[in-house]
């Protein structure tokens, strides 16, 4: 119990109320303006709303872009990987070990960074700007490598 | 002058709101993931983040629409390297174009239907996040069908040269 005097903290529905009282804040689902809510619905879509601290800038632009780079090494190297399976098992054709290689340890190596990228998400959101651009700069070096390495098969081979 | 007055309001008004809110709330930074309750300013005091209280939902459904991104991008990742290394072929005389057209025209459909998919899913975002967590991991689900189509018209160019 209380005692004398001493106020009960507001609770979560009662803020969001105050909250939205003087703010023209949009749904972050249907965009409606949530302005003069009473309760802790969005009254267009439905959904459950709560107040949530974030960042005041979320700096997602370098993690998306990495993102992009890492997902499109992966999945050159894990489906040219899958090309040669497949087309070697139907042709009856010997495609030579040094493109399964590449295109293996290609899709290993570009698998393992970009789980590092999803789970480093935060450290990368944190840093000084001129650091998250040269991250995201330095992501193309994971496809650039991939592709190297697909090259340098192709070379051997011949 | 009367707009960077109302800005330094809502400034002032965001701060004052996100201190009232962690008054008695353990929340944790959303960057650094430390313990904020209680802070006086806008800053964590732990790694200095400059915070704001927001409206978000419930439950924020975000997971499956990166996975589509990722899915849709190795998809067009694919198409690309594969297109370039045709090109490189083309230029070191490895290869002959008239060969390689049917390729290139598979690879280029490749690449256009998983722009198209990735334009389609960062548009229905929203939407998506709005499904049941069932139509979501079908919709992500059904998403694997773009690099498989762009895997698809490669192999099919392949057998019926």
């Known amino acids: 119990m209380n005692e004398p005097g001493q106020k009960n903290p507001p609770n979560d529905r009662d803020l969001l109320k ?44 370098a993690y998306v872009t990495g993102l992009i780079a890492l997902a499109s090494a992966t999945g050159f190297c894990f489906l040219m990987f899958l090309f040669f399976v497949i087309f070697s098992a139907k042709n009856n054709s010997s495609i030579p070990r040094v493109y399964f290689f590449a295109t293996g340890v290609g899709a290993v190596f570009s698998s393992i960074c970009l789980v590092c990228w999803i789970r480093l998400a935060r450290m990368i959101r944190g840093c000084s700007r001129s650091k998250r651009v040269v991250a995201a700069i330095a992501t193309f070096l994971v496809p650039l490598i991939c592709f190297t390495m697909f090259m340098w098969a192709a070379i051997n081979e011949k | 002058m009367n707009e960077s007055k109302s800005q330094s309001d809502v400034r002032a008004t965001n701060s004052e709101g996100l201190t009232d809110y962690l008054r008695d709330r353990d929340r944790s930074c959303p960057q650094c993931e430390k313990n904020i309750r209680g802070i006086t300013s806008q800053c964590c005091p732990h790694c200095g983040i400059e915070l704001i209280l927001r409206i978000g939902l419930d439950q924020s459904n975000f997971t499956s629409f990166i996975a589509g991104i990722i899915i849709i991008t190795s998809g067009l990742g694919f198409s690309v390297f594969v297109l370039f290394l045709l090109i490189c072929a083309v230029l070191t005389s490895i290869g002959n174009i008239s060969q390689l057209q049917q390729l290139v025209v598979a690879l280029g459909l490749g690449i256009v239907i998983s722009l198209v ?30 690099p498989l189509t762009s895997l698809a018209l490669f192999l099919m160019v392949r057998y019926f040269r």
């Not at chain 1, 003069?36 to 632009?61: D, F």
């Not at chain 2, 548009?123 to 979501?136: D, I």
Request: with cysteine; hydrophobic share 40%; aromatic share 6%.
């Open chain 1, 18 to 61: 105050a909250f939205l009282d003087r703010r023209d804040e949009s749904c972050p689902l249907c965009g409606y303006n949530l302005r003069g809510l009473t309760g802790s619905q969005c009254p267009e879509c439905a959904k459950a709303l709560v107040l949530r601290v974030g960042l005041e800038e979320p700096n997602l632009g």
């Open chain 2, 117 to 146: 998919a990735l334009l389609l899913w960062l548009r229905l975002g929203r939407w998506m996040r709005c499904q049941t967590k069932g139509r979501r991991r079908f919709i992500v689900a059904l998403s694997m069908l773009v």
